[in-house]
């Protein structure tokens, strides 16, 4: 039969390796965690953008139609138009 004092000093050397591997799993998980929350606010602002630059596109697009609409001179009307 084996020593108890062995035993439980086995045990306990267990206990001890399980509970770090543990911790380091909870570390890597908050690490996570916080990578994926910076990662969806960075992706929030990167939609933000993207709408912003569609609706200053649609801006561009519009501001020849207008011109042409609105002017007589049928040169500048072709360019325009080009």
Do not use: C, Y
Not at 28 to 41: P, S
Not at 65 to 79: E, V, Y
Request: no cysteine; aromatic share 4%.
């Amino acid at each position: 039969m084996a020593d108890p004092f062995s035993v439980t000093t086995g045990i306990i050397s267990l206990l001890t390796l399980a509970i770090k591997l543990v911790a380091g799993a909870a570390g890597m998980i908050e690490k996570t965690i916080t990578a994926h929350r910076e990662a969806a606010n960075e992706l929030h602002a990167l939609q933000w953008d993207l709408e912003r630059l569609d609706r200053q596109i649609d801006q561009i697009h519009n501001t020849p139609q207008f011109l042409t609409t609105n002017t007589k001179d049928r040169a500048f009307k072709k360019l325009l138009q080009e």
